[in-house]
């Protein structure tokens, strides 16, 4: 298996609403990273987790809060968004180690309305 | 801090026609190096990698892509593009530190195959 899973595909909620993205994969990495990726943009690295740890948060808004309850998986909770927070969210995965490539999953489409 | 500069926004070639994709990045050691290709609202696709060893690197699909150090290049390169070719390609440049990688992306080239 050398997928990276995430859900939902699509996303519409509101500035009031709390939500969750949820990435999965069953490759045995021990990284994992979100991105935002807005249109005609390349991603931009959000949060990575190492081993189930936080490593890296790049001064996320707190509206912006990352899980990873196990080291298949990847959740972003999201509340009190703003419109500019649409965006396409992926999530990657990789090898514990600097040398390894990341594998993405195909993204999460957000419209915060 | 690493960069990569990809200085071509969009490019058009025919179908059958060679392609040749610029990236040039900045780091202060040896870079760990990666082509992607994102089709429209689709996650990324790895074509490609150099670490280390050869400079010249087979990927997926045809692609091929050459390290030189000298001009800090890393150029995507296809012999014969296909109309599935067409997507958005990334140059990338990782770097890392506690077992996972900061990967810095270029802004993206936008590949226009025409019949």
């Known amino acids: 298996d050398t997928e990276v899973t995430q859900t939902p595909k699509h996303l519409v909620m509101g500035m009031t609403n709390k939500k969750s993205l949820k990435c999965e994969q069953h490759m045995g990495h021990r990284a994992m990273y979100w991105y935002k990726q807005k249109a005609k943009k390349p991603p931009e690295l959000m949060f990575v987790y190492s081993y189930e740890k936080l490593s890296i948060n790049e001064s996320v808004p707190s509206r912006f809060s990352p899980e990873c309850p196990n080291s298949s998986l990847l959740n972003l909770h999201l509340h009190a968004l703003q419109p500019e927070d649409s965006a396409l969210y992926l999530c990657?995965?990789?090898?514990?180690?600097?040398?390894?490539?990341?594998?993405f999953g195909p993204g999460t489409r957000l419209t915060v309305t | 801090a690493q960069s990569v500069t990809q200085p071509d926004i969009h490019i058009t070639v025919s179908e059958g026609a060679s392609l040749e994709l610029r990236c040039n990045y900045s780091?202060?050691?040896?870079?760990?190096l990666f082509w992607y290709v994102q089709s429209p609202g689709q996650g990324l696709q790895l074509l490609l990698k150099?670490?280390?060893?050869?400079?010249l690197v087979q990927g997926i699909k045809g692609f091929e892509a050459e390290f030189k150090r000298s001009q800090s290049s890393f150029n995507l390169r296809k012999p014969s593009v296909h109309w599935s070719d067409a997507a958005e390609y990334f140059c990338a440049v990782g770097a890392g530190s506690g077992g996972y990688q900061k990967v810095t992306f270029g802004i993206g080239t936008k590949l226009q195959v025409i019949p």
């Open positions: 780091y202060g050691a040896t870079p760990y």
């Open positions: 990657a995965s990789s090898l514990h180690g600097a040398r390894y490539e990341q594998y």
């Open positions: 150099y670490f280390s060893g050869d400079t």
